[in-house]
């Protein structure tokens, strides 16, 4: 699936509400993030505390721009947790973590206003 980055881009063809609940999105409190210089675009591997019901889970995130790695942990990001599983050349992603395009199409992550429970699904 390829994504659009593009924030002019028009907004894509209506989806079922159905479709809407399949993807579950649920936040998480970083608890570990290392360089990955081994990636092709600059990345960060990150490890994901979701709560006790599905735990700790891994993701690349292309956040090099506007994060500096000593600002990750214990801040709340958004993902999707079920989506299948990514190798990312020797790194296995295991859910995708959300954000926005910034003015230069960077990546700024999507997080609650205030911080709330790990695991909570998006609504």
Do not use: C, W
């Not at 290392?34 to 993701?59: C, N, T």
């Not at 990750?72 to 999707?80: D, F, I, N, S, T």
């Not at 230069?104 to 695991?119: K, N």
């Amino acid at each position: 699936m390829h994504m659009n980055h593009d924030a002019a881009a028009p907004a894509t063809d209506p989806i079922t509400f159905d479709q809407f609940l399949a993807v579950d999105i649920r936040v998480g409190t970083i608890v570990e993030a290392e360089p990955y210089p081994e990636a092709r675009k600059p990345s960060v591997k990150l490890v994901i505390d979701f709560g006790p019901a599905i735990g700790h889970k891994k993701s690349s995130a292309q956040i090099v721009a506007n994060y500096a790695l000593d600002d990750l942990a214990g801040r709340q990001v958004a993902a999707v947790v079920n989506v299948p599983p990514r190798q990312i050349g020797k790194f296995m992603s295991e859910v995708l973590t959300l954000g926005f395009p910034d003015d230069a199409g960077e990546v700024m992550l999507f997080a609650p206003d205030r911080r709330v429970p790990d695991g909570g699904r998006l609504f």
